[in-house]
């Protein structure tokens, strides 16, 4: 039931943010009896949105570390960046699976509530920096100044696909939850970060053809 709740959470916050988001409409959509039953998970929203976050921030962050560590060994030749694939396609797959997270993300930064943006900041950080701290290990062709930079574009690369789904439907025409899209946006991802680390990525050659 905890689950269902933070999903339901989740989709709510993503979609109304937290001062438009209201504990009885969780309760609804969780399927509990009465907004009363969801207290005896979460003592009030604060507590309910911060566990939102922190389910997907837990979740992703050993994926992001596994990545980074691949990345570190790659040494930048990308025909060595299958690990980072790997661990890329774990944290793709909990974002399909849990499509509203990267929404309320960022929805999150327009939040005027002083909770949300401590809760946010707190959470969030960590991640980032150590975001920052693989990019260091990474050695690319970017000068220090630069990474906070690459770190923001990478992570709109990856989460904002998903926070932006509905858009990219709409000018695409294309369902971006899709397998198919799904899986191009992998291929091109991994082509993506190892472009930005400075790897030079080539398609195989054609085969020649002999007259």
């Known amino acids: 039931m905890r689950d269902a709740i933070l999903d339901a959470a989740e989709q709510r916050f993503a979609d109304?943010?937290?001062?438009?988001?209201?504990?009885?409409?969780?309760a609804a959509d969780a399927g509990l009896k009465n907004?009363?039953?969801l207290y005896h998970y979460?003592?009030?929203?604060?507590?309910l949105y911060e566990a939102v976050l922190r389910r997907g921030v837990d979740t992703l962050a050993p994926l992001w570390q596994g990545a980074g560590d691949?990345?570190?060994?790659?040494?930048?030749?990308?025909?060595?960046?299958?690990?980072?694939?790997a661990h890329l396609d774990g944290v793709l797959d909990y974002l399909a699976e849990h499509p509203h997270l990267a929404r309320l993300i960022e929805r999150a930064g327009l939040e005027d509530d002083r909770y949300v943006r401590g809760a946010v900041s707190r959470l969030l950080r960590p991640l980032y920096a150590a975001g920052v701290r693989v990019l260091e290990?990474?050695?690319?062709?970017?000068?220090?100044?630069?990474?906070?930079?690459?770190?923001?574009?990478?992570?709109?690369?990856?989460?904002?696909?998903?926070?932006?789904?509905?858009l990219l439907q709409a000018v695409m025409g294309e369902d971006p939850h899709s397998p198919d899209m799904l899986a191009r946006q992998r291929r091109f991802l991994t082509t993506a970060i190892a472009r930005l680390l400075g790897a030079e990525e080539r398609p195989p050659s054609a085969p020649r053809i002999i007259s």
Do not use: C
């Open 16 to 26: 109304r943010g937290f001062e438009g988001t209201s504990m009885r409409d969780i």
């Open 35 to 37: 907004q009363a039953s």
């Open 42 to 47: 979460f003592l009030n929203k604060q507590q």
């Open 70 to 85: 691949a990345i570190g060994a790659s040494g930048g030749d990308v025909q060595r960046l299958g690990t980072v694939a």
């Open 137 to 166: 290990d990474a050695g690319g062709p970017w000068q220090p100044s630069e990474l906070p930079h690459l770190a923001a574009g990478l992570y709109h690369l990856i989460f904002g696909y998903f926070a932006n789904a509905s």
